[in-house]
């Protein structure tokens, strides 16, 4: 891993290149501007408002988990997604224009191999989940296998650095490998890649630009449920 939360680069003008820590995964750093930066915050306060806005996950185990977040288009529990919020009012649409922005972002991350990922050339996002993560947050290894459809999965990260782990697609063992995750950078997941295990071994705190106005680490992750709208099934969909 490269980056200065490992002390290894001479300091934050460092070039940061694009970087593909495994087949169909593609990081491209600094990927949204300021402008474009501060754009999604404010969209996430407003998304975060109730009814149906950022709440707490209590796992099956009865565990809390450590970030808050707030589902748009399907709301996303463990281990799902359906129509209406915990409170049981209906979830927030998806919005266009973050379609639009993961699309792009889709384009940008595999350029012309797009073709020989699953699902990106046609790439239809229909699903967001914005995580926060206070300071101290992290996320354990798992896999997004509750969609439908094999299509990427785009993240976007604003706010605090962190430290995400990118693993395998059998096991949450090595291997895997750890990138730092800063303001503004785009990872794009799909292929060979899809259903890696993945989470955040830590942020750290105090390395969000003071302008965005945000504490703690924001996280979009965009996705194609392959969901039917008014269907019924195992997964909780109603």
Same mark, same amino acid.
């Given at each position: 891993?490269?980056?200065?939360?490992?002390?290894?680069?001479?300091?934050?003008? !460092?070039?940061?290149?694009?970087?593909?820590?495994?087949?169909?995964?593609?990081?491209?750093?600094?990927?949204?501007?300021?402008?474009?930066?501060?754009?999604?915050?404010?969209?996430?306060?407003?998304? !975060?408002?109730?009814?149906?806005?950022? =709440? *707490?996950?209590?796992?099956?185990?009865?565990?809390?988990?450590?970030?808050?977040?707030?589902?748009?288009?399907?709301?996303?529990?463990?281990?799902?997604?359906?129509?209406?919020?915990?409170?049981?009012?209906?979830?927030?649409?998806?919005?266009?224009?973050?379609?639009?922005? !993961?699309?792009?972002?889709?384009?940008?991350?595999?350029?012309?191999?797009?073709?020989?990922?699953?699902?990106?050339?046609?790439?239809?996002?229909?699903? !967001?989940?914005?995580? =926060?993560?206070? =300071?101290?947050?992290?996320?354990?290894? =798992?896999?997004?296998?509750?969609?439908?459809?094999? *299509?990427?999965?785009?993240?976007?990260?604003?706010?605090?650095?962190?430290?995400?782990?990118?693993?395998?697609?059998?096991?949450?063992?090595?291997?895997?490998?750890?990138?730092?995750?800063?303001?503004?950078?785009?990872?794009?997941?799909?292929?060979?890649?899809?259903?890696?295990?993945?989470?955040?071994?830590?942020?750290?705190?105090?390395?969000?630009?003071?302008?965005?106005?945000?504490?703690?680490?924001?996280?979009?992750?965009?996705?194609?449920?392959?969901?039917?709208?008014?269907?019924?099934?195992?997964?909780?969909?109603?």
């Amino acid at each position: 891993m490269q980056g200065e939360l490992f002390g290894d680069l001479p300091g934050p003008s !460092a070039a940061r290149g694009r970087v593909a820590p495994a087949p169909g995964a593609v990081l491209l750093p600094g990927w949204l501007d300021a402008e474009a930066q501060l754009r999604l915050v404010a969209a996430c306060r407003e998304w !975060a408002r109730p009814p149906a806005g950022l =709440h *707490a996950v209590r796992m099956p185990t009865g565990g809390m988990m450590s970030v808050r977040m707030v589902s748009l288009g399907w709301h996303w529990y463990p281990y799902g997604y359906r129509s209406a919020a915990e409170d049981g009012t209906p979830v927030k649409p998806f919005p266009p224009e973050l379609g639009s922005l !993961a699309r792009r972002a889709v384009a940008d991350a595999y350029g012309a191999d797009a073709g020989e990922i699953a699902g990106a050339a046609s790439y239809e996002p229909d699903i !967001a989940i914005v995580n =926060h993560y206070p =300071h101290g947050a992290k996320m354990g290894l =798992h896999q997004d296998r509750d969609e439908r459809i094999d *299509a990427p999965v785009v993240s976007l990260s604003l706010g605090d650095a962190c430290v995400f782990r990118l693993g395998n697609t059998e096991t949450r063992t090595r291997p895997w490998t750890d990138l730092e995750l800063r303001s503004g950078d785009l990872l794009v997941f799909g292929g060979p890649a899809r259903f890696a295990y993945h989470g955040v071994v830590r942020t750290v705190a105090g390395t969000a630009d003071p302008g965005l106005g945000l504490v703690g680490r924001l996280n979009i992750t965009v996705r194609q449920s392959g969901l039917v709208a008014g269907a019924a099934d195992e997964t909780g969909v109603a």
